[in-house]
């Protein structure tokens, strides 16, 4: 059965048939021409909306549609946590090309569905289209956070140091590793299961909700953001923002035994990955040194989480270095995932 | 110059430099990983998100990226409006072929700030990506409104009066001019700028939020929505929202001289475009008949605008049903337009 089949109001009454809504402060959700909800005045609004575009984002041969609809949701709850929020509706807005198997679109909503499940979040609207040839999923968050826990990208100071949950470089990793599935890694010693567990940090990001929230009620941090676009890429703009320069010790940065090895096996630098590829979504965050140890310590006993102090925030005119390896300074590529140019 | 000349955080720093933002209720605009707005907690919050696709929604060739841009604010002002609502936030989501020319881009910001400052929008966020070689624009936008003067869907009473602003079909007619540039429409007496109107009909249409605040605010109105899949479509929904059936009378319809004279010209019934035609962003809304002509003098007082009562709401079990011109009562035929099917 395809989408021509039932046309756009057989697939909304499908899709929408058994979404429950979790909190009792969604007034109006799917069926009106707005959703409606009731707000809580001493908080602030998170608003935030990010894109899966087939052939931009992924392929159909390489991601399934139940991961495609995860990972949506994932990316978006990342952009909430960078800023130490809660996530609260989403609305969904999908091109689909009439040819598609409505067996497709069920699993993407599946996954939207059990994804948004996890956070709790509340699916209250969206938006049906057909598009011409590509697939792409839309998804419009809105979060919440208490005004004295919010952070910003533009709060670093100088002397703050910086710090990373997680590893960093899977994701861009697992993606070399999809988009070259004639790369024969078995023939140098590439474990296989390693090779999985790239490929899933690619297909199915964990974002840290979690972690940022111990963190903003820490109060200890003064800036915050996911990483998206690559550590390199997201330290320049933290610095942008927060008008400040810093360092970072390449050997300091957290690589997996998996990033390592293929890295290795492909002959190239793990650091490659760890600096200049994106969608780790892990956090990256900016805190005085008086209470790093008492994050990390903190974030591992409750989440089992690591997180790892990787450098440290200048003065602007400092610029933004790296210490690599060999013991050389050199100011950092602040390049990363850049659409367009790419 | 071409997006892959200055690439993604080029392009976003060229679109969100001169945003300016109205309300000092945005704490953070654009520039960080989500907008944060403070709320006011008497008030419910109004969340809804439309798209235009190229090759569905439109055509490079048959709307200029000005247009664009104004018409994907205007037709989510239209759901804002439909509900009594006022407009508050925007997040614009923009995919784009990596060729698309950056004068294009511009053009299509420029009708989006236009219109965003018409209707008193900030502009706080969004997201750009490549889109392989459709341009689409999906935006998000977030409004607000008094839970007294909020209006569904799901609230027409049997005996309501049937209610909509302005004429109906001009938008389906001006595609239809659009479409067809081959049309010899002079040949037939068909006026030039009959065309010109109805074509502006579809490609800048106008949202009608000044009269949807009168109407919520008269508190006078038991159901609401704006018309953008047509008329026939559309009273389907609130019918099958509210659980009741219809009569509307078809030479009540108010359709305008241009359609009906472009429908003569080509054989047709103007009834088409009027009845099934889509984006007429016009208002329907179902109220007590006492105070149908007092709500009609008022918005046309206030805003100039033509009223006009087109039928009755009824038991769910009569249906829903038009009385032809020529007497004849008959079940109204609900299609409209539907993605996927057409």
């Known amino acids: 059965m395809e989408l021509k089949d039932i046309g756009e109001f057989g697939l909304i009454k499908r899709l929408t048939k058994n979404i ?3 909190k009792e402060r969604v007034i109006v959700g799917v069926g009106d021409d707005v959703a409606v ?7 602030y609004l998170l608003l935030t909306c990010d894109i899966l575009i087939e052939g931009t984002h992924f392929t159909k041969e390489t991601i399934t549609p139940y991961q495609l609809g995860k990972k949506v949701v994932a990316i978006n709850v990342s952009d909430i946590a960078a800023k130490g929020g809660i996530p609260k509706q ?10 598609t198997k409505v067996v497709y679109v069920d699993e993407i909503y599946g996954g939207i569905k059990e994804q948004s499940k996890k956070f709790n979040i509340d699916i209250v609207g969206g938006n049906t289209a057909l598009s011409k040839d590509k697939i792409f999923i839309d998804l419009f968050l809105v979060g919440e956070i208490k005004p004295d826990l919010l952070l910003l990208r533009s709060g670093a100071k100088p002397d703050d140091k910086i710090l990373v949950t997680g590893n960093l470089g899977d994701s861009s990793a697992g993606l070399k590793i999809i988009e070259n599935q004639d790369l024969k890694l078995e023939d140098i ?3 296989k299961k390693y090779k999985t567990k790239l490929k899933q940090a690619h297909l199915s990001p964990n974002p840290r909700l979690l972690e940022s929230r111990i963190i903003a009620k820490s ?5 915050m953001m996911d990483i998206s676009d690559g550590l390199s890429s997201d330290l320049a703009k933290i610095c942008e923002a927060s008008n400040v320069g ?5 050997e300091k940065i957290p690589v997996s035994k998996e990033t390592l090895a293929f890295a290795k096996s492909i002959g190239k630098s793990p650091f490659n990955f760890a600096l200049h590829g994106g969608e780790d979504y892990e956090l990256l965050f900016t805190i005085p040194k008086e209470n790093v140890e008492i994050i990390i310590k903190k974030i591992q006993r409750e989440t089992k989480t690591k997180v790892t102090e990787i450098g440290e925030i200048k003065d602007r005119k400092f610029g933004i270095k ?21």
Do not use: Q, R
């Open 219 to 223: 109060n200890f941090a003064n800036s």
């Open 246 to 250: 810093a360092i970072i010790w390449e």
């Open 189 to 191: 010693k590439f474990e």
């Open 20 to 22: 429950t809504l979790y």
């Open 322 to 342: 790296i210490v690599k390896t060999n013991g050389e300074m050199t100011p950092l590529n602040t390049y990363g995932w850049n659409h367009f140019k790419t």
């Open 90 to 99: 989403a609305l969904i807005s999908i091109g689909l090309p009439k040819d």
């Open 37 to 43: 909800v009731k707000t809580e005045a001493e908080k």
